[in-house]
Each structure stands twice: as structure tokens, then as C-alpha cells.
């Protein structure tokens, strides 16, 4: 229905035009006639000049229309992470003074054409420069960008600070298509890999020759965050580059093949939580409501499904969740057998 | 200089003696004149219809993914006679050709369109012609440098149809997804063409970019200074000086990848496991990747963004029948943005994994190059202010342009600032961003060029109702392709995403991507009344005056139609700076370059007047500067 509507629509738009055309075309025929000679501007420049004033209102009005109705829309629920309603805050700061300059600009910009269109015998204005003029326009915006960048800095230099030393580290894998996490265990420590260590089985290549620390290691296909408690995202690619995008929470680094990375934040909501956060704000869909994470580095044919679901836990609930979890060495015993590998104090550190 | 006048003597000696046949006239036959021409204006016309060319598959390609990401459960079978296998059965995009075109879109725009329609055309058009010069420093050189262009087009053409389709790992071309064969059926051969191209493509800028330079230093006509230079020729001149520095990074970058990819060296790769089985390549980065490549990256946004501008100047000044405001500070800013485009390139890799405190650095580096464009608008605004405005469909497109390039440098605020840019990188936000400010700004600036300039390149005049009618379709059109995308960037929609309908936080806005896709069908649609426009008037249009904006710049003073050499008589010299609109006292609105002060006593300043007693002992000048 819609599509034939605008259909519709551009068609009037076309006959519209082509009459608009028409008529002036004959106009200008006639005037042509009367005076004898060819003016250096015809009735289009008028209308032109008007269009800038039309467009200005169609433009803005728009604008603000959707800015406002669709505000539900488009704007995610507030910052999971401590370090997301800083970067947030600079968002609509830096919005608020980037608005306000298109609008100006623009009512200078769609007004002056409007005003100054060409008229007969008027001279334009021998303006060459002015200095006083363009050291304003020089200076007011080299402030205003400094303190936009310093507020930008300060929250950069935190979000990129050393992580703490008591945060939970979490290793996150991409490859070609989906992403892997591993849990430091028992013993709070992520053990060593080595790509050469990677096949079927071993997806993540944990290398229990060289260290012990991989025994208890527990690998999982979502990401499980406890609230409250710093988390260290220890990120690596095992193929090509991806990049570990988690929107509620304001994150974003990318996977690198032979180069680890990593980001450090701290989720201040559970999902649950989230859910009736929502649910209070009147979303409909609150209860199907689910963190999610996306892969923002183009990957190959299936980047656009390379998604995992991310759940945020209560302190309580992420320690019981942990407890259920059992080794990747202890359900795969079998490989490691085959392959030779003695794992002798996994039940220990249990 | 001496060696072009040589030519040209030949030229007419020749055109005397061989009248008789036809296929002597001008010196030459069919071949030498319009295909092989050494003549500045054949090989830039030859860009420009090479970039049209380029344009209309470049953007028909943005239609293909766009009724993907607009209407993802149509069926695409219609589409099956164009792309063939790459419709699946269910009549459905293949992803891997998703990706292809996205690729294919952004190379061929950014490189092909913006940068060797653009630049290509105009600096090879306009520089003989604006500075006063028989032909370009190197007419064989500018010659090869088309040829070249044409050769990387036919194999990049060619990519498109091989079985296992054009590369598609992005226009950026990251390792080790394009270093790869494994990693996309798009890094094989369709990568390869792509590097053989690009390469050929490099060799074509660099032999355009160092006569584009020389020219403009040794090649100026008597009297025109640096600081009589039309504002097109800085920004042609300057473009050309970033370009020599930076393409041959590019190239080096190019280079290495081809190692990696064919002779077993890790540049770029370490520790991949990949198709079952691990590589041997350890110790290679694939972030040093994405430093040499924006090392180019970067200030090729201002290869393709300065001529654009510089168009502009040109052209928001005669139509406003009034000087540029801010002469000096033109040009002050277009090499304060040269320099600076050079170290600000890690801004697109603020999450990549490099060192944070890096990205604090190209963070200030950034916002810094924001001041010089901010002043760039303001000057054209400023420009329009009490002027008496003739609104040409250059003149449209020109104030256009300000407008897109406004708007999307403002956004450019949000993105140079590393911790917004965390949310923001990689998403529709950025795509809004730059499609804003270099893509459709510098699209303008080539369409106003074109309008502008085609009286000139075809001694008639395009229709201006029908650039009315394109213009205002187009401007419209822009705004509701990329203003929303803005809204779809706050909402964290990733870019190069072939559905979002199949992830759950994503799958909201098929209305507004709608109305996009429908937007750039209906935009697409408006260029076919410029395309209709361009060659109907190439032949029928209206007899072009002499000049026909009344402008001041050189180009005019040529006859309708400039054969080789362009002045049928000695060359015309510069007295004067090119923005005289206006003045007061003078008898018209404008005074060419080439009018002395000693002829318009009612309008001269006071210094001028000095000027003006200069000008009665040329003879004394003359032989200063032959000693």
C-alpha cells in the first residue's frame, strides 16, 4: 500500500515539475517578446531562492519530528557500564553543540540566498575580508573544540587506564563466524594458548603442555558478566580481524590475529534488572529483552550474523553459575588422552 | 615553456601545410587527437566521461545493496540478468556478493569517481586554461598518466565478472581477511585485479599529480602570481602535492600485501588459524596494515574534498558577483588541512588495538583540522552575504555542497573524539558521516564543475531548468538517504551488515531503511536528467557567449572553442587578482585577470593605482625576467 502511495506520490512530483516547467518556459517566451532583450536572470532565480526557504523549513521540521517521535527508537536503553554514561553524556553534549551550529549555518546559509537573490542594478557589497570577523570564526570554535576534546580525553584516559587489579578476566575469541569466551577457573587465571594447538576440539588452542593454568579453565558460547565487579575482556581473533561490539555497555575493540587485546568495564545492570528498567519506561518488548553482542569488523560472507548473547548476573548468581561450569579438560578427557596430555591437578584445584 | 610554444608553431604550420587532407587537419588524425591527445582538455574530458562512466556503476551498485537492506524479503530475481549466479534460487542476494558491492561501491567512488573524475578532470581542464598556459608541463606524461587510469579501470572492470566475484573485504582492504584466499571467495583473484588496478591506478595519479605541480609553479603566465591564483588552481595545486606524498604509501602497502599473499612473507599476518589448518606466518601486524593504509586513507579524503572546494570558491564568487571573502585565509586553510591531513590518519583506529595513548594524540590532532574547514564555510557563507546571488545549477550545487559539508563535518566532532567514537565506530553513524562531507560534498563540487565549466569543455550550454529540476531532486534526495542514517548510527546498526532483520537488537527501522533505499532509487533515478542533459546539450544545446557567468578567470578570455594552445595569440597576462566583483566604481560587475589597472581608473584603490604606473614600462620587466 505504502509502496504504491509513493509511487503515486513521485508521480504527481514528475507531472508537477514538468508543468512548473512548462509554465515558465512560456512565461519567459512572452516576457522575451515584450522587452526585447534576454535579462540576466529569469522568474527562476526568484523561485530558487524561494526553494532554499522551503527546504530550510521541510529540513528542520523533519528533523525535529523525528528527533522527537521516534526517540524510543532509535535510542538504546541507558549505559550498562560505569564507563557508558560518561561517554553518553559527551554524545549529547557534543550534540547539543554540533545542533546548534548546523542550525545557525543553515539559517544563514538558506536565508541569504533568499535575501541577496539577484536584483537589477544592485551592486553586491566589495567585502575582500575581515579581521576581526575571521579571528572570531578562528578562535570561537578552536575553544569550543578544546573543551570538547579535553572532556573527551579525560573520559578516554579512564575508560583506557590499566584495568584494576581485582577484575574478573574473561577471554573472548572471535572467528569466522562466531565468537567463544573462556573463565579463568578456580584459580583466576586464563591459561596459556598457542594457534598451533588449534583443531576441532581444541577451538580456542589451550596449551596444557606449557601451562598448568589452562586445566581448569572453563570455555562458554555466551558471555556471562557479574555486575558490579570490574571485568577484564581479554580479546583475540583466531583467523581475521572481528571486533567485540557491545552496545548497552558503550564497548568496542577489535579482535587481532597474533595481537591481543583488551577493554575493561564494569556492568552496572543485570539483564534483569535492564528488563524492568524497561518494562518501567512502558517498552513492550522488555521481557524478551537480551544484551547482545555484535561483530563491528567486516569478517567475510556471515559477518552480519556474528552475534553472541551476553547476560549480565548478580554477584550471587554469577559465583553459583560458575560453579556449574565444568573444565573444557574434564568434558574433554578423551582428546586429551588421545592426544597424550596428563591432566593431574584438575579435581585438585576443584 | 619553450618546448609547448615549439609545438604549437608545428601545430599551425602543419595545419597550413596539410589542409588538404582531412585527416591532417590540426596536426594530427582521429587517433592522435582524441584518443592519444596530448592536449590538457581531450584527456580531461576523457576523465570525465571515464568518471561518469565509473559514477553510474559506482552508485547503481549502492542501489543493489540498498533494495537488500531496504526491502530484504523481496524478490531480486528481475535482477538475475545483470548479476547472473549471484541471485540465489530462492531469488535472494548472495552475502558474498553483498559484501562484493559494498567493496566495489566504495573503491570505485572513492578512487575512480572522486579522485580521477574529479581531479582528473579538472586539474588537467583548468590549470593550462585558469593559469594561463599553453598545455600542461608534460603533455606525454599527462598523455600516460589517462592511460594508466584507463588500463587499472579495465581490470578493475574485469573483477567484476570473474566466477568468484570482485574482492569484498571492504574498500580498506584490512589483512588478513583480503590477504586470504581462504577468507573470502572475494581474496583470491578478484583481490588480486583489485592490487593490479590500484597499483596502475597510482602510477596514473603520481605522473598526473607531479604535472599538475609543475605546471603550476613554472607555467604561470606573466603576472600571475601565487596570490593571483584562482582558488580552484590552490586546491588543484595543493591537491596534488598531498597526493604525490601519500599514494605511494598506499603503494608500499599494496606492495606487502601482495607479498603476503603470494610469496609467503608475514607483514601483516601472525598466528592465524584458518580453513583447518594454522598458517605459518607469526610476528606480522595487521593493525601496521591499517596504519599505512590510512596514511593515505585519510588525506585522500582531502584529495577528493579540495578540488571539490576549491570549485566552489570559484563558483559561490561569481555568482554572488562578489570576492571570495577571506582571500588569504582560503588559502591559509587549504594548506593548514594539507599539513594536518598527514597526522591525523589513526582517528579511524582509535579501537583498533593500538596503544590508547596514541589515540589521545590523533584525538587533538583531529579537532584541530577541524578549524581550518570551519573556516572554510564560514567564508563561503560570508561570501553570499549581501552579494546579488545568480543562481546557476553550479551555483545550487555549490551552496549545496556548503550545506553537506557542514553537516557532515560537524559529525566529524563526535567521531574525532576518541570515546564517543568507542560507541560509534563502525556503525551507520559513520557511514552518515563521511558519505556527508567527502562523498556527496565532493559528488556537488564535480556536478558544479561540470555545469560550470561545460559552456567552456563544449562551446554550449546545458539547460539550466533541467539543472534547476536535478538539483533540488538530488539535494533532497541526499538529505533523506544519509540524514537518517544518523539515527540508525545512535541505535548501534554495525556497517557492511547484509540483514539485520536475522539479529534481534537490530531488527527494528525496516521503515526508515525503507525510506532510504526508495530515496536512493528515486536520487538515482534524478541523474539520468543530468546524463540526458549532458549530451543532448554536448550537441544541441544553446551557442555558449564567450562568457558566459561574466567571470574573471582566464579560461573566458580563450575563444569558444580553444584548439591546442589554447590563445590563438601570444598568451593574455594577469594584472590583477581573479575575485574584482563588483568593485566600486567599475563600469560592470567584474573585471577579467587580464584588464591592467591603467584601464579602469574609476575603480582602482590606492595601492592599485601604484600598480597601475608599473604597468606602463612592461618593456623593463620583460627583460628582468628573461635575465
Redesign the interface.
Known sequence: MINVL?GIA?LVLVVL?ALI?RV??LVQIAKKRETGEEP??TS??R???L??II?FAV?FGS?FW?SIA?KD????PEAASEHGG??DM??WV??G??FF??FV??C???F??YL????EG?????????NR??LA??VV??IV??I??VS??T???E??DPAPEDSVEIEIVGR?FGWNTRYAGPDGKIGKHN??K?D?TNGL?LDFEADAANNDDFVANELVLPKGKNVLLKIRS????H?V?L?HF?????A????P?QFWFKPIYTTEEMRQRLAEKGDPNAADF?Y?L????????????M?MKVRVLSEEEYAEWEKEQKPWAELNADYLAEKGIEISNMTSLK | MSTVDIDIKQATDDSHGGGHDEHHEHHGNFWTNYIFSYDHKVIGKQFLLTGMFWALIGVAMSVVFRLQLGFPDANLEFLRPLLGGWIDSAGKLD??FY?ALVTMHGTIMVFFVLTAGLSGTFSNYLIPLQIGARDMASGFMNMLSYWFFFLSSVVMFASLFIQTGPAS??WVI?P??NA?EQ???GSGLGMTLWLVSMALFIVSTLLGGINYIATVINLRTEGMSFTRLPLTIWAFFITAVIGLLSFPVLFSAALLLIFDRSFGTSFF??????G?E?LSN??????LFQHLFWFLGHPEVYIVLLPALGITSEIVATN????I?????MIGSILGIAVLSFVVWAHHMF???MN?FL??VF??LT??I??PS??K???Y??T????????TPAM?FS?GL??LF??GG??G??L?????D??????YFVVAHFHLVMGASAFFGMLAGIYHWFPKMFGRMMN??LG??HF?LT??GV?LIF??MH??G???F???????T?????G??TDLNMLIS?AAI?TFAAQFIFIFNFFYSMFRGKIAPANPWKSNTLEWTTPRNPGHGNWPGPLPKVYRWP?D????GAKD?FIPQNVPYSETKESNLPYEEELAKLEKEPKSNATKRDA
Open positions: 509513493i513521485a515539475l516547467y515558465f518556459t540576466r536572470v527562476s532565480n523561485i530558487n531562492a526553494l532554499f527546504f529540513l528533523i523525528y521516534a527508537d532509535y535510542m538504546l560518561a561517554i559527551l554524545f557534543t550534540t553543540v554540533v551550529v548546523f549555518t543553515h544563514l546559509l538558506f541569504f540566498p541577496y537573490s539577484y536584483k544592485k551592486k553586491a557589497e566589495f567585502l575582500v575580508h575581515d570577523l575571521e570564526w578562528t570554535p578552536a573544540l578544546t570538547l576534546v573527551g580525553w573520559v578516554w584516559s575508560i583506557t569466522q594457534f598451533r588449534i576441532a588452542g583466531r583467523d581475521v580481524l571486533s561490539f552496545p558503550r564497548l568496542k575493540m577489535d587481532v590475529p597474533g595481537q587485546t537480551n547482545h555484535a561483530c563491528t569488523e567486516i569478517c567475510g560472507s556471515a559477518h552480519y550474523a552475534s | 552475502p558474498n559484501l573485504g571492504g584490512y588478513p581477511l586470504l577468507a573470502s571467495p599476518l601472525s598466528e592465524i588459524y584458518i583447518g594454522a607469526v610476528g606480522g601486524s595487521a593493525v554572488s558577483r562578489k570576492p571573502f577571506g582571500y588569504r585565509a579501537v583498533s588495538g590508547p589515540g589521545s584525538m587533538f579537532l584541530i577541524a578549524v570551519a573556516v564555510a564560514f567564508n557563507i560570508t553570499l552575504w549581501r552579494g546579488n546571488l545568480v543562481f545550487l551552496i556548503v550545506s557542514i553537516v560537524l559529525t566532532i563526535h574525532a573524539n576518541a570515546a564517543i568507542i560507541q560509534l565506530h563502525d556503525t539550466d531548468k534547476y529540476v533540488w539535494f533532497a538529505y540524514f537518517p539515527f540508525l545512535i541505535a548501534a554495525p556497517r557492511r551488515y547484509y540483514s539485520f536475522s539479529f534481534e537488537p537490530f527494528k527501522f526508495v528515486l575575485y566583483y563588483s568593485k566600486p560587475d
